[in-house]
């Protein structure tokens, strides 16, 4: 498709779950972002893919989330042993690289940790 | 802490009125971004102001940039209930990460 596309749109999961949030960034685009948000609240910066460079991990809340990106393409999101307070929206983002251009969001993944 | 803060948090006016929402961030910048959000779900960019520019406008938008205080403002003129929506600043620090504000929540009433 032409924009960021990230699944699943809503996840339901018990606490102490693992989960797993997929982005599809613009086919191109070399920089990815993940962000959380409450209900509510601002645009929390969780993780950082730039091109082949060391990704910006300093969002991250604890070490139960973890990012990977599969070169310039699909980049997945886990969370382990879930916990209450990781019920967020997850946002992706994408643009053509690090300089300054337009940034893209997907949709969101909807997470309610029950 | 967030790079940017926007205030006012919340802003209710009546349709056909212009609404002045405005960021204030901490560090030097390559650009401000701002966006729109509805329904808590996917942010949309609306414009973008380079740090050499200093007024900037899209439609009913106009952005404008005080990189000597800091601060951008957006205003929307002649509002539509259709603009009830949150609307977010953006700053890039660093190698490329975009960090946001709290956001304005937006009611523009019929």
């Known amino acids: 498709g032409a924009g960021v596309s990230q699944s699943p749109s809503n996840k339901v999961t018990e606490k102490g779950k693992d989960v797993e949030l997929r982005c599809d960034p613009i086919s191109g685009h070399t920089a990815l972002y993940w962000y959380r948000q409450r209900l509510g609240q601002g645009l929390e910066f969780l993780i950082y893919f730039q091109g082949n460079s060391a990704p910006d991990k300093s969002g991250l809340p604890s070490d139960r989330f973890s990012a990977e990106r599969t070169g310039e393409s699909v980049s997945t999101l886990t969370i382990q042993r879930t916990q209450q307070e990781d019920s967020a929206v997850y946002l992706c983002?994408?643009?053509?690289?690090?300089?300054?251009?337009?940034?893209?969001f997907g949709e969101g993944s909807w997470l309610t940790v029950v | 802490s967030q790079q940017g803060e926007e205030d006012p948090q919340a802003l209710s006016i009546q349709e056909g009125e212009n609404a002045t929402m405005n960021c204030s961030y901490k560090?030097?910048?390559?650009?401000l971004q701002w966006y729109r959000q509805n329904s808590g779900r996917g942010l949309v960019h609306l414009i973008l102001i380079r740090s050499n520019e200093r007024e900037k406008h899209s439609g009913r938008l106009r952005v404008t940039l005080d990189t000597s205080k800091k601060s951008s403002s957006l205003l929307i003129t002649a509002s539509r209930a259709a603009d009830t929506a949150s609307y977010f600043c953006a700053s890039i620090l660093g190698m490329g990460k975009l960090i946001f504000g709290q956001g304005t929540e937006l009611s523009v009433k019929p």
């Open positions: 983002a994408s643009s053509q690289d690090s300089s300054g251009n337009t940034i893209y």
């Open positions: 560090t030097s910048i390559n650009n």
